[in-house]
């Protein structure tokens, strides 16, 4: 999630500040996933050395307002058009650790997909029974939480297909079982030889 990108669209729309700034975040998605207010403040922080948002002087009640830049306009329009990024290796806990417990020796990789998988299984029926909080489902803020909450259904629903691949992968090779030892030859310091 790019708290920074966001926060700067917000900011595109007027000035803010980190409390408001956190409750504009929350409205428009869903609430989900609120923003700590310290990450927000060091964001807007590292966004003002950027040259992307200038902080204004405080109101009567200490608010320190935000303003958007022209630069940090061109930004959100360009994040708004670009797509998101997706490297070609995301980090992926639950494949890390299942795919280091197929191979080693002793581990009961089988044992650590059923309980993932059981897990995934209740998450998901979680996510399919939530309601949305704010009342209204066809208001703006509805949409936004019916978006947030289609993406984490269809992941989580991803996350069970996936488990159950790996498991059929797993009960197709049952020599994983013998895992991988230790190599014996000790990696090397530093950055690898460039090839000629």
């Given at each position: 999630m790019s708290v920074r990108h966001s926060l700067l669209a917000i900011l595109d729309q007027g000035s803010c500040y980190g409390y408001?700034?956190?409750?504009?975040f929350d409205r428009r998605t869903g609430g989900?996933?609120?923003?700590n207010v310290g990450q927000i403040y060091n964001?807007?922080?590292?966004?003002e050395r950027d040259g992307l948002v200038?902080?204004?002087?405080?109101?009567?009640?200490?608010?320190?307002?935000w303003q958007i830049t022209d630069a940090g306009s061109l930004e959100v329009a360009r994040w708004l058009r670009s797509p998101v990024a997706h490297g070609l290796v995301p980090r992926d806990e639950t494949a890390i650790k299942l795919a280091v417990a197929a191979t080693l020796p002793g581990a009961d990789a089988?044992?650590?997909i059923r309980t993932q998988r059981?897990?995934?299984?209740?998450?998901?029926?979680?996510?399919?029974?939530?309601?949305f909080p704010g009342g209204d489902g066809d208001s703006p803020e509805g949409l936004a939480w019916a978006l947030i909450m289609d993406s984490m259904i269809l992941s989580a629903e991803a996350e069970?297909?996936?488990?159950?691949?790996?498991?059929?992968?797993?009960?197709?090779?049952?020599?994983h079982t013998v895992g991988i030892g230790l190599a014996t030859e000790r990696p090397?310091?530093?950055?690898?030889?460039?090839?000629?």
């Open positions: 408001q700034l956190r409750a504009e989900i996933r609120p923003l964001t807007l922080e590292r966004l200038t902080r204004g002087d405080a109101d009567a009640q200490g608010h320190v307002y089988t044992a650590a059981a897990a995934a299984l209740a998450h998901l029926q979680e996510l399919r029974q939530a309601t069970v297909h996936w488990l159950e691949r790996a498991a059929q992968r797993l009960a197709a090779h049952p020599q090397r310091r530093g950055r690898p030889a460039k090839s000629a």
